[in-house]
């Protein structure tokens, strides 16, 4: 890659890193790793659903397996300080279209779409 | 203190308290740059070549002729192995058009140059910056 471009990515990222929705999450990053009940129910549902998958692969999930999913999903998602993360996530993830129009509108096609890997979401 | 210190100054200034300025300012950098590699004026040279080529439009029109005049039947399973061999053909014969082979080989390495820069920007910023911009099919 041309050095000229490397710089260019470094100085848009750096600017992205300052702007006010990526401070905000890096805001709640550390809140949320400084909160032990936020990070002990997180790691909780993360170990629930790594279960769920394995059960499901093997053919064995059940209904009592899916409403423990859904309580820890549930105590995690009502959780203020991951509540508080989850919304900072989404105003610096909805930020980053703002970004590429202003790429794309210059270039005269879609960036992200042209850098965007092939494959669906879910 | 210099006006050019004075200057420099406010821009600090401004772009702490203006990041949204800050960030455009970079994003138009970044596509300026973008438009100075060799991927970016192969595909715009490309693009212009495929545009001008009237043996590739006609290919291309011969092709898309076909192809709605068989979508029906295409939709319903219901095309026969000669429309299907005919579509083919017409969709190779496009296909084997000089600019058409430049045009995809280009956007492929201007895809790949994109990959290659969304990846580093991504890295910085620790969140998918061309992720992030696809339209969500999971609502």
């Known amino acids: 890659m041309p050095p000229e471009l490397l710089r260019s990515i470094d100085a848009l990222g750096d600017a992205i890193e300052r702007s006010a929705p990526l401070s905000a999450l890096r805001a709640a990053k550390t809140t949320l790793d400084m909160d032990a009940q936020a990070c002990a129910l997180l790691d909780e549902l993360s170990t629930v659903e790594l279960e769920v998958r394995r059960w499901q692969t093997e053919g064995a999930l059940t209904k009592e397996h899916i409403d423990r999913y859904r309580a820890a999903r549930e105590r995690a998602m009502s959780h203020p300080t991951i509540i508080a993360f989850a919304r900072a996530q ?5 930020f980053l279209p703002e970004v590429n129009e ?3 509108e210059l270039l005269g096609w ?13 | 203190m210099t006006h050019a210190t004075d200057a420099t100054n406010a821009r600090a200034a401004e772009d702490v308290l203006d990041p949204p300025a800050d960030t455009t300012r970079a994003a138009k950098e970044l596509a300026a740059a ?47 192995e000669e429309e299907r061999a005919e579509l083919e053909r017409l969709r190779q ?5 000089a600019s058409v082979t430049e045009y995809l080989s280009a956007q492929a390495s201007l ?3 994109s990959q290659a820069v969304d990846r580093h920007l991504s890295d910085r910023i620790g969140l998918g910056f061309a992720a992030a911009c696809r339209p969500s099919c999971c609502g």
Do not use: H, Y
Not at chain 1, 110 to 122: H, I, L, S, T
């Open chain 1, 102 to 104: 202003v790429i794309s």
């Open chain 1, 110 to 122: 879609d960036f992200a779409q042209m850098a965007a890997p092939a494959g669906g979401c879910c």
């Open chain 2, 34 to 80: 973008i438009t100075q590699t060799a991927e970016f004026t192969a595909f715009e040279r490309a693009f212009l070549r495929l545009r001008e080529d009237e043996g590739a439009q006609r290919a291309l029109v011969a092709f898309e002729m076909k192809q709605q005049e068989l979508q029906a039947v295409l939709m319903l399973g219901a095309a026969s």
């Open chain 1, 90 to 94: 989404q105003d610096a993830t909805a």
């Open chain 2, 111 to 113: 895809a790949a140059l």
């Open chain 2, 93 to 97: 014969a496009w296909m084997d058009e």
